[in-house]
């Protein structure tokens, strides 16, 4: 199994401020890598897919790089209705998911 | 556009099945798309169960193999998930998405149903 690993695992940060989230995978996967957001009680939404296209709809304050084993999500400016937990997700071989990040208001 | 509803119990018993089904409206379930199940316990993170392709075809989480079936039901547009011999680790929200491929990038899920929570309890 691939294993992928998201730090940090929580983070406080401010409206305004630039967050990046890393994903790691535990083998090579390529550029198959894809971010997803969660806010409470709701589904996962996609974000990115492929590691930096952006889904129609979503801002472009949200991007995504990386390929291999090393990814980061980056919001280049908080806005309050991004606190939520982002997945990353791979899909290289029988599709894992990272645990989670948690992105909460300072 | 595509929307995923999932429909089933709310509650099993353990060592029963749950049972759940993802009807499609929008879109047809024969298009060029896997169509999956992804569960996510009470407070925890997300776990792919499985996939279906309007062939037939399927693919399985290897963690939960021996006890996963997914099925298509092409004249009513709607894939099926049944977990066999369930405990109280199988309780979770389960959500059915629709899984767009693409040739050297990947698979990815979008749009997710609502999900719906099963309980294992007696």
């Known amino acids: 199994d691939i294993q992928m690993t998201q730090s940090p695992s929580s983070l406080s940060a401010s409206v305004g401020d630039r967050v990046t989230i890393t994903c790691r995978a535990s083998q090579s996967i390529s550029s198959y890598l894809n971010w997803y957001q969660q806010k409470p009680g709701k589904a996962p939404k996609l974000l990115i897919y492929a590691a930096s296209s952006l889904q129609s709809g979503v801002p472009s304050r949200f991007s995504g790089s990386g390929s291999g084993t090393d990814f980061t999500l980056t919001i280049s400016s908080l806005q309050p209705e991004d606190f939520a937990t982002y997945y990353c997700?791979?899909?290289?071989?029988?599709?894992?998911f990272g645990q989670g990040t948690k992105l909460e208001i300072k | 556009q595509v929307q995923l509803q999932e429909s089933g119990p709310g509650l099993v018993k353990p060592s029963g099945t749950l049972s759940l089904t993802c009807a499609v409206s929008g879109g047809s379930i024969s298009s060029s798309n896997w169509w999956s199940w992804v569960r996510q316990p009470p407070g925890k993170g997300l776990e792919w169960i499985g996939e279906?392709?309007?062939?037939?075809?399927?693919n399985y989480n290897p963690s939960l193999k021996s006890r996963v079936t997914i099925s298509v039901d092409k004249s009513k547009n709607q894939f099926s998930l049944k977990l066999s011999s369930v405990t109280a680790a199988d309780t979770a929200v389960y959500y059915c998405a629709r899984v767009p491929t693409a040739a050297g990038v990947g698979n990815w899920f979008d749009p997710w149903g609502q999900g719906t929570l099963v309980t294992v309890s007696s």
């Open positions: 279906i392709y309007h062939s037939g075809s399927t």
């Open positions: 997700q791979q899909s290289y071989s029988s599709d894992t």
